[in-house]
């Protein structure tokens, strides 16, 4: 019994020796496993980094052996690490190829237009595709003062002048009609607040000392009505009724024309262009001389007989003619009086698909007949006569079109494109337009010299809302309003009689109608006091005003001549602080 009971207390002492055991041969495994995975990494790590720099450096396939001592000094683990790298896994670590170079320039490029594209929408500037890298800058940039009905007074000028010189612009076209101070035969064709020759004298000082050249503009065909509405000159017109435009065909005119040259030239003795007007001649071919001859000929002979005036007194004078009544003349006709030798043409276009308006065809006939040419652009009431404020964004956009236009058409003309003129109204929406002109371009790189030159706070910080909004804020009155240019204070023309009351005679005769048709109605239902009460006060009244409009426009048609400007200010208007001289 002793023995059977020692043998099951070996039998169960072996049994746990032979647990243990097995429990630490399992521990021992598992911490080999551990530290076996912990070599592999580093050895993984190292074995990664090595191949990496390999394969940058040689670009070759790869078999290496590796034997790594890790851990501990006491502790050698060898390991035969054997990696093959295919084709495909190696190319994806060679340095790229020249083709994939340019592509991703090409990516990263398309990247950054994106970019400033988004840019550009935020802050509404209208998309031309102009490259601000490589721009088409106008060889002149010049801004057009139209002095007439609401001309600026001299201090104006001494603050104007710089401005628009900081702003990119070479030169002033000065149009002056009734505002200059003509004398002899004709003095009463002169405003009454008309400059004297001192003040033009001084505003012409202004431009050199701005270094700004002056271009005169006199008109000499159509829109003469400054001096055509009075009865002292009323025959010269081509339609005795209307003093739009007068007759190229009696010697009168042409004597009127060169009185008016010479006078303008007495107090502008050193300019190097003169512009002659012609836009815009509506009524030719209509007076008992005219009637006989073809319109393309008077208009001609008309430019060919002014610039002889010019060139036989001043022949040094490069004369300027607005395009518009030149676009549909046969290139031949205008090649027989050797056009291109007398006058350089301006073509004008204000909306913004230019070649709407001049085709292909016509820039193609201008090169052909004109060694060079001007454009000119809009910033003012191109897009409506009774706008208090234009709307930039469509003159910025004018203004870029213009670029894209005249570096194509540049490369045509033999002297290409002598430059641009815009026309102010309100300093903001020149701003735009001249620093586009002056760069080539319109972006947000620009908001700098855009700001500065308007005077602006320029905002900090790179969470600043955009500098302008020309779709959120159309005026940019919202995002101008502390700048300190000239006439920020002042930042913050009837229509034409006919087209005013052309439905006043339909509308008239409706509400007869309305009133008739109410009594008829009314009849079966109310007493005659009753309805004569309701027509009295609801229709009535508009019929009163309409009789009144109507009588008013046939006393306004009725006058042939009309006094100088200004008119006399209205007495009533001294209680609000105006001047009553």
Known sequence: MRKKSHYGVRKKVTLL?????????LFGLEYSRLEENKMNELINEERDAQVVAEALMKSINVKFIETANKINKDQTV??????EFDIEEL?????PNREEIARRREADVADKQFDILETEQQLGIP???LDPKNP???????VHLDLKGAPPILPYFKKLFPLIKTMGATGVLLEYEDMFPFTGILKNISAKNAYSS????????LAKEAKLEVIPLIQTFGHVEFALKHGEFAHLREVPGSPQALCPSRRRSLDFIKEMIKQVMELHPSIKFLHIGCDEVFQIGECDVCRLEMHENLFLNHIKNVADIVHSSYPHLRLIVWDDMLRHLPQQSMQEINLGSLVEPMVWVYAEDIYRFVQPSIWDKYAAVFKTAWTASAFKGAFGETLYVPLPKRHLENNLRWLDVMSTQAQTFKQGMMGIVCFPAAIPSLALSLTAVTNGFFNSSLKEKFLTALSCPVPNGAHSSPFINLDGDPFLWEKLNRCMFP????????????????????????????????????SDVFDNYTISEWIEQRIYPYIVELERLQNQSIALKSVNQWPSRPLPPLKELQRFGVAIN
């Open 17 to 25: 020796v032979a647990i243990g055991l097995s429990v630490l041969i």
């Open 78 to 83: 060898s390991s035969k690490i054997v990696t």
């Open 91 to 95: 190319s994806k670590l060679e340095q």
């Open 127 to 129: 998309y031309v595709n």
């Open 136 to 142: 088409y800058v106008p060889k002149q940039r010049i």
């Open 198 to 205: 001192d003040s033009i004298k001084e505003i012409l000082n």
């Open 487 to 522: 006439g920020n204070a002042f930042f913050s023309l009837p229509m034409r009689v006919d087209e005013l009351t052309a439905d006043l005679p339909r509308v008239y005769h409706s509400m007869i109608s309305l009133a008739r048709s109410a009594v008829d109605a009314m």
